[in-house]
């Protein structure tokens, strides 16, 4: 059992492959902020050597852009970093150009597509009220 918890929440009227690609995005970003949360290297019967994972399981809900606008409101009440994926960053080809269309959203304009976070297990339970668990 861990005393932390991770949860990705969606918007849920993503298509597949963008449910996919956000929460790549948003485990890479968990794993920049909480190094701690990368194990050690798995090797296979044959000494193939493959990358760490993280330790820990994460849980993928689903909400809808009312949710997600409301978690992220207890996110920023509680200042909390998360990592953070809003629509128009699937038009840009790289991270330059991500962030600079971040930048240009404030929270109350921005179209959220998902969140992603890891603290204390009770802090996410509250935080991510009201998201159910991705079908």
Request: proline share 5%.
């Given at each position: 059992m861990f005393?932390?918890?991770i949860a990705i929440v969606l918007r849920e009227d993503l298509a597949m492959w963008q449910k996919l690609n956000v929460t790549g995005f948003l485990v890479?970003?968990?794993?920049?902020?909480?190094?701690?949360?990368?194990?050690?290297?798995?090797?296979d019967a044959a000494g193939h050597v493959?990358?760490?994972?993280?330790?820990?399981?994460?849980?993928v809900l689903a909400a809808d852009q009312a949710l997600l606008?409301?978690?992220?409101?207890?996110?920023?009440?509680?200042?909390?970093?998360?990592?953070?994926?809003?629509?128009?960053?699937?038009?840009?080809g790289h991270d330059a150009d991500n962030r600079?269309?971040?930048a240009q959203f404030s929270p109350e304009t921005a179209k959220l597509v998902g969140l992603g976070l890891?603290?204390?297990?009770k802090?996410?339970?509250k935080i991510m009220k009201g998201a159910r668990m991705h079908p």
């Open positions: 005393d932390t918890k890479s970003g968990l794993a920049a902020t909480h190094p701690e949360i990368i194990g050690e290297a798995y090797r493959y990358s760490p994972m993280s330790i820990q399981p994460m849980v606008r409301t978690i992220q409101t207890r996110l920023i009440d509680r200042a909390l970093t998360a990592a953070a994926y809003i629509e128009e960053m699937f038009s840009t600079a269309v971040f890891r603290a204390e297990r802090i996410v339970d």
